[in-house]
């Protein structure tokens, strides 16, 4: 599903599409070069419904050397920490992510809301497919046209996608509570 994805992005530069990412061709290898980091990066963008996901982690055996007193690992397709809970994003928590752990006073089992590496891209959002297109067409236009007006015209079509994208997962997702303010707390 992948090269429907690149596919899609070769139409807006006006290129031939490509039957594989690893086809013998200067479109499929500037497409599968970019293809990996711009879903991950745009993954990680954003709270994507369809990438968020829950697991529960055990404390590692051994604790940093000094600080907090717990180590977990994070999941191996861990890209960005997502709150517990979305009705309240302000929580707070004792939780401090380095390297790939996440180093606490909290002894488990720590549990973990995520945005996930998402790779099956037959379940991405229709608009997230557009706008991971657009973004993939934006990094491989001057390789593949030369062509500055082109990029300019998908650049703008990348800002349409993914903000509709974005109105389309924040309905999916429900309201956030704003942050209470010290001023109204303090005054009650």
């Not at 369809?50 to 999941?75: C, K, M, Q, S, V």
């Not at 180093?103 to 991971?132: C, I, M, Q």
């Amino acid at each position: 599903m992948a090269v429907t994805v690149a596919n899609l992005a070769l139409q807006m530069l006006g290129q031939a599409p490509i039957s594989a990412l690893n086809e013998n061709s200067k479109r499929a290898a500037a497409m599968d070069r970019c293809y990996e980091i711009i879903r991950q990066g745009e993954l990680e963008r954003n709270f994507w419904t369809f990438a968020i996901t829950r697991t529960t982690l055990a404390a590692l055996g051994t604790g940093p050397t000094w600080g907090r007193t717990y180590a977990f690992n994070l999941p191996p397709d861990y890209l960005r920490i997502a709150n517990e809970d979305p009705s309240y994003p302000s929580i707070r928590t004792d939780r401090l992510i380095e390297g790939r752990q996440i180093l606490t006073s909290d002894p488990g089992p720590l549990y973990l809301r995520y945005v996930r590496d998402f790779t099956n891209a037959a379940l991405f959002h229709p608009l997230f497919k557009r706008g991971l297109a657009c973004s993939m067409a934006i990094q491989t236009c001057e390789e593949l046209t030369g062509s500055s007006g082109k990029l300019r015209d998908i650049a703008a079509q990348y800002d349409k996608f993914m903000s509709e994208a974005r109105m389309v997962n924040a309905i999916e997702a429900g309201p956030e509570e704003p942050e209470e303010d010290s001023w109204i707390t303090v005054r009650a």
